[in-house]
């Protein structure tokens, strides 16, 4: 009984961070514009629209270009209550921190533009 309880504990102490093991650091990102053809940048990687990029989910900003277009947009993003707050059992502040730091506990949701010749963009 007290192997099985060692074992037990040594698993919750291994699973702190449990959002970022589980649910990674990166995510494929979806980005589409209206009209299509725009280039996204986030960070050095870079895409003809509609197109994915794969970036760390503590990215922040995306800037879209076409013709005169030029905007920054900050990224929209999910908390991962799940893998976050119940993935980290036994000392929550500790696994929560890691995840936040590492970006485990977000998703960044999909991008849809809406691009207009005034230079003004919407989702």
Known sequence: ?????TLLFLLLLGAQGCGTLVHGTSQELK???TPPGATATIGTQSCKTPCSLT???GSQNLLVEK???RKTFDMEKDFNFGATICGNV??????AIID???GGAWDIRPINLR????????R
Request: net charge neutral; hydrophobic share 40%.
């Open 1 to 5: 009984m007290k192997s099985m309880a």
């Open 67 to 69: 013709g005169n277009y």
């Open 115 to 122: 691009l207009d010749e005034s230079g003004e963009g919407g």
């Open 31 to 33: 980005i589409s514009t």
């Open 55 to 57: 970036v760390k989910r």
């Open 100 to 102: 936040i730091a590492a």
């Open 90 to 95: 036994l000392w929550l502040l500790p696994g």
